[in-house]
Antibody, heavy 121, light 109 residues
Framework: EVKVVESGGGLVKPGGSLRLSCAASGFTFGSYSMNWVRQAPGKGLEWVASISGSYSYIYYGDAVKGRFTISRDNAKNSVYLQMNSLSVEDTAVYYC??????????????WGQGTLVTVSS | ETVLTQSPATLILSPGERATLSCGASQSVSYNYLAWYQQKPGLAPRLLIYEASTRATGISDRFSGSGSGTDFTLTITRLEPEDSAVYYCQDYGRSPALTFGGGTKVEIK
């Protein structure tokens, strides 16, 4: 059974930093991309970042480029999102999601339950 | 970056009816790399369809996807109360620019 579990969310002040973690199991972790998608309160889905299984590519959405860093540790079946220079616009539920395609196609077939990040003074 | 426009914004139907949800892209979706997700309140999205028409593992055959180029459709037949949710389309054909549509809310009354 595939499982994806996020952690690390919380309340942070504008300009602050936070690191999210995502632990995955039930599949060959290093063979698939891992991704972060967020959802602001009452809003739709917004793709944040992706990292391939073999570290061959890392992609970011325009809204977070230069502030967020995605990384992974295949030995620990984990992916991380380091978020710096946070603003109120970053307030959202952050979902970790497994990439569905064996060849790197970036649709998302398994999602975690999400972790809430609130940026407020 | 592709803009995905979903219509209608809200669909109110009765059990047993058919729902037709549209997703229009501002430019052609490469390789028909278009996915559909279902999201119920308070829960994570669930993948329904990828490559425009391939059902994900465990998804009922009441859900079907069709379309190509810039026009895509998600059809839900024999609606059940549990189908009440927001449905999103996603273009993943122009990596690294991944985009989601704004969603269609389906209410079953």
């Amino acid at each position: 059974e595939v499982k994806v579990v996020e952690s690390g969310g919380g309340l942070v002040k504008p300009g602050g930093s936070l690191r999210l973690s995502c632990a995955a199991s039930g599949f060959t972790f290093g063979s698939y991309s891992m991704n972060w998608v967020r959802q602001a309160p009452g809003k739709g889905l917004e793709w944040v970042a992706s990292i391939s299984g073999s570290y061959s590519y890392i992609y970011y959405g325009d809204a977070v480029k230069g502030r967020f860093t995605i990384s992974r540790d295949n030995a620990k079946n984990s992916v991380y999102l380091q978020m710096n220079s946070l603003s109120v616009e970053d307030t959202a539920v952050y979902y970790c999601a497994k990439g569905g395609g064996r060849y790197g196609e970036l649709y998302f077939d398994y999602w975690g339950q999400g972790t809430l990040v609130t940026v407020s003074s | 970056e592709t803009v995905l426009t979903q219509s209608p914004a809200t669909l109110i139907l009765s059990p047993g009816e058919r729902a037709t949800l549209s997703c229009g892209a501002s430019q052609s979706v490469s390789y028909n790399y278009l996915a559909w997700y279902q999201q119920k309140p308070g829960l994570a999205p669930r993948l329904l369809i990828y490559e425009a028409s391939t059902r994900a593992t465990g998804i009922s055959d009441r859900f079907s996807g069709s379309g190509s180029g810039t026009d895509f459709t998600l059809t839900i037949t024999r609606l059940e109360p549990e189908d009440s949710a927001v449905y999103y389309c996603q273009d993943y054909g122009r990596s690294p620019a991944l985009t989601f549509g704004g969603g269609t809310k389906v209410e079953i009354k």
